[in-house]
């Protein structure tokens, strides 16, 4: 049977998403094809526009339109995160997505720095891909009291708080870990409003 190699390449790339399978991108495919086509379009713009427009910002990696970081950088003040916040305390996650997550969930009043993931060797994805030295430069040029680790409880993100935590030692910085009602292996985007707050409640000093 003859099939449309356009419709197979629209189908292999929706199944990048996290949690869609060939059959689910198949299907996403066939519905994006039978929907009203000036909405289809407009999803491809706004994913295009998105890839272009969208930054992160230099100090804590939150998401950012170009227009909002140009203008922080011309403040030379950080605006991501709005005023009166505690910018002693800085909360370490694994993405950007995690910081909207905690902000949320949680009564968490200090500031953020997100990496682009966590150590993995065998991926190519060391201190420098994820971001850990461009923290090391803040930790080392700012008066921080207390740094919180908000990585997964998986083998990558211990091993991230873990280098992240041997760094804070030698600099004489207190290391959080937050850990009560996080499963083993678990991450933040699972996991509902109550136990991530409950998380940052208990968190204990490592």
Known sequence: MKKSKVLEDLTNALSILPGVGIKTAQRMAYKLLRSNKDKTLNLSRQLQKALTEVVTCDRCGLYLDVHDAELQKKSN??????????????????????????????????????????????????????????????????????????????????????????ICTNLNIKVSRIAFGIPLNGELGYLDSETISHAFNERKEL
């Open 77 to 166: 003040e950080h605006l991501c995160i709005g005023p009166n916040r505690d910018e002693g305390i800085i909360c370490i996650t694994e993405s950007p997505a995690d910081i909207y997550i905690i902000e949320e969930s949680t009564n968490y009043n200090g500031d953020y720095f997100a990496l682009t993931g966590t150590l993995s060797p065998l991926d190519g994805l060391g201190p420098d891909e994820i971001g850990v030295n461009k923290l090391k430069i803040r930790l080392e040029k700012e008066n921080i009291k207390e740094l919180i680790l908000a990585t997964s409880t998986t083998i990558e993100g211990e091993a991230t708080a873990h280098f992240i935590q041997n």
